[in-house]
């Protein structure tokens, strides 16, 4: 590893600290594990919650939060995506477009079906980030795709903190 890497790793990690920032780390960590990124942010939620038990509801309703924004720029990313893909087309219309395959086309439909509704989703592992993305590139409706990623991640870490406070 570079000698400046070493050095930037344990004064990165003092700061992410728990105990020392508290909820700005775990709205820190939430909201980057909502992009495309793949990183966990329940862990981080417990942790502060499990040294500070008053911390539940601040902790639940500021990771929710980070979350949920995360979400909202993921929205946008795939919007943008989206715009890029048709200026991309029209500058090169004789060129036919990329067939999708059929798991793709079913995809896409569920997605336009059930609309922004199926952001209350997005708080699963795995397709919870893209489902954000497909969203904004399928055009959906903003703010109630927001709203929508804002009650299922907040359904998340509450019932994924409690559990864990109760088993552990």
Same mark, same amino acid.
């Given at each position: &590893?570079?000698?400046?890497?070493?050095?930037?790793?344990?004064?990165?990690?003092?700061?992410?600290?728990?105990?020392?920032?508290? !909820?700005?780390?775990?709205?820190?960590?939430?909201?980057?594990?909502?992009?495309?990124?793949?990183?966990?942010?329940?862990?981080? %939620? #417990?942790?502060?919650? +499990?040294?500070?038990?008053? &911390?539940?509801?601040?902790? =639940?309703?500021?990771?929710?939060?980070?979350?949920? /924004?995360?979400?909202? %720029?993921?929205?946008?990313?795939?919007?943008?995506?989206?715009?890029?893909?048709? *200026?991309?087309?029209? *500058?090169?219309?004789?060129?036919?477009?990329?067939?999708?395959? *059929?798991?793709?086309?079913?995809?896409?439909?569920? /997605?336009?079906?059930?609309?922004? +509704?199926?952001? !209350? !989703?997005?708080?699963?592992?795995?397709?919870?980030?893209?489902?954000?993305?497909?969203?904004?590139?399928? *055009? /959906?409706?903003?703010?109630?795709? =927001?709203? $929508?990623?804002?009650?299922? +991640?907040?359904?998340? $870490?509450?019932?994924?903190?409690? #559990?864990?406070?109760? =088993? =552990?």
């Amino acid at each position: &590893m570079e000698p400046w890497m070493t050095d930037l790793m344990p004064a990165a990690l003092a700061w992410l600290a728990i105990p020392q920032v508290g !909820l700005g780390a775990v709205f820190a960590i939430a909201f980057v594990s909502a992009t495309l990124l793949p990183m966990g942010s329940e862990p981080a %939620v #417990f942790g502060l919650v +499990k040294l500070q038990p008053e &911390m539940f509801w601040p902790a =639940v309703l500021v990771a929710s939060l980070g979350n949920t /924004l995360g979400g909202a %720029v993921t929205w946008w990313m795939g919007e943008g995506a989206r715009r890029a893909a048709d *200026r991309l087309r029209h *500058r090169h219309e004789a060129s036919p477009s990329a067939p999708h395959s *059929r798991a793709d086309q079913r995809a896409m439909q569920w /997605l336009a079906r059930f609309g922004p +509704k199926a952001c !209350l !989703l997005s708080w699963l592992p795995v397709v919870g980030d893209p489902l954000c993305a497909v969203a904004g590139w399928l *055009r /959906l409706p903003f703010w109630p795709c =927001v709203a $929508y990623m804002a009650v299922g +991640k907040f359904a998340r $870490y509450l019932t994924m903190t409690g #559990f864990l406070l109760w =088993v =552990v």
